[in-house]
């Protein structure tokens, strides 16, 4: 048993001020990944900053058209909710996708983005691991491999982003806005981090930053999309490949193709392209192109050629209007 101090913010700069204060503390939203790293001994706060009341659990317009997404709107009402339905179904696809119910009704919006990698050594305190102790070594690599990354890998850290919802966010090109150091807007490409020889940090946030919206510029691409997810159970796993695609059309050409694979990263993986035919060799040519770089390990060699099927009947899919995952919108 570890011993932790736990406070209630009271406002954002209250939160700020506390984590600035004590750099070993962590704020908590939902708990729902923070919690069991705690009960694993992976992650030891000497205090818990709690931000679950602050007011940042509304989902309002923004001037230029899009909608502002405070970091504690819980993913299940985010899926839920009717502007997120009819604009941005792909990203209420990709909620959907994710979890239990339960679990998206405790989870928030920041949390998610925030969640940490499910590499099992970085969950095992008895194995070196560098993302949890820099300069122990990387276990993975020459170990059980098959549900890491493909692509963006480092000596230190072959681990992946787990989270569904940012592949959507990353695909919308969504901006995270963090603060009050600024306050910030940083584009979602530029949020998460490649490992690199610093797997220990995930994000580009500052320690003593919060994050408090993501925004979604106008764009929904409702009209064309798919969030394809392939795992190794319908429900409650984790994505071995997961393909956000968006596209709009002009009759049969593609005007403009936004396309984010999960799974194979240490962050969502994104490439826009556009000025193609909507047809399978563009689709096919596009999915060679995204995976250009892809290198297998022992165990996950078999993610390329799957990548590679994902994306291909993901860009199909959402060509022809017809997402998938939608059977989950029905159960609230
Ligand atoms: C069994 C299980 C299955 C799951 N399956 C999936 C899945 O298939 N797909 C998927 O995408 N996710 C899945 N998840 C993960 C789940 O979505 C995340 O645990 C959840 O989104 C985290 O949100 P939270 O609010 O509970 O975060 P917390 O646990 O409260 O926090 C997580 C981290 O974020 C930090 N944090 C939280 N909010 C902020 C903020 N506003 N600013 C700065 N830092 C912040 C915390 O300090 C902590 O480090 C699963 C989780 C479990 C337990
Ligand atoms: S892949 Fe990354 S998280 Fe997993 S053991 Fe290696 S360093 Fe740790």
Redesign the pocket.
């Known amino acids: 048993m570890n011993n932790f101090a736990y406070a209630r913010a009271s406002d954002v700069a209250d939160a700020v001020r506390r984590i600035a204060a004590d750099p070993a503390a962590?704020?908590?939203?939902?708990?729902?990944?923070?919690?069991?790293l705690m009960k694993e001994n992976v992650?030891h706060p000497t205090q818990l900053i709690d931000?679950s009341r602050l007011p940042?659990a509304t989902v309002e317009a923004t001037r230029d058209g899009g909608l502002r997404i405070g970091?504690?709107v819980p993913?299940s009402d985010l899926a839920y909710h009717p502007q997120i339905e009819a604009r941005y179904p792909l990203l209420a696809s990709a909620i959907l996708?994710?979890?239990?119910q339960q679990?998206?009704n405790?989870?928030?919006t920041?949390?998610?983005l925030?969640?940490?990698t499910r590499c099992y050594y970085f969950y095992d305190i008895a194995t070196p691991c560098n993302k949890r102790e820099p300069g122990s070594g990387c276990s993975a690599i020459a170990g059980l491999n098959r549900m890491h990354a493909i692509l963006g890998t480092s000596e230190a850290c072959i681990a992946t982003h787990?989270?569904?919802?940012c592949v959507a966010l990353a695909a919308l090109d969504a901006k995270v806005h963090a603060g009050p150091v600024g306050p910030r807007a940083i584009a979602f490409a530029d949020f998460h981090r490649l490992p690199g020889n610093m797997p220990q940090r995930d994000t580009n946030?500052e320690p003593n930053?919060?994050?408090?919206a993501v925004e979604l510029p106008s764009r929904g691409f409702a009209a064309n999309y798919t969030y394809l997810k392939i795992r190794d159970r319908l429900s409650?796993?984790?994505?071995l490949v997961s393909v956000a695609a968006a596209l709009e059309l002009d009759g049969g050409t593609i005007k403009e193709a936004r396309l984010a694979l999960g799974g194979v990263a240490h962050r969502p993986w994104r490439d826009p392209s556009g000025g193609q035919p909507a047809n399978r060799p563009s689709f096919t040519r596009a999915a060679d192109h995204l995976l250009r770089d892809a290198q297998g390990f022992a165990h996950n060699a078999f993610k390329i050629e799957l990548a590679r099927r994902a994306i291909v009947r993901a860009l199909t899919q959402a060509a022809a209007g017809t997402p998938q995952s939608q059977s989950n919108k029905k159960i609230r």
């Open positions: 962590k704020f908590i939203a939902g708990g729902t990944n923070l919690i069991d992650e931000i940042l970091a504690l993913n996708a994710g979890a239990s679990l998206r405790m989870a928030s920041g949390g998610n925030l969640q940490r787990p989270s569904d919802m946030l930053e919060i994050v408090t409650y796993a984790f994505a």
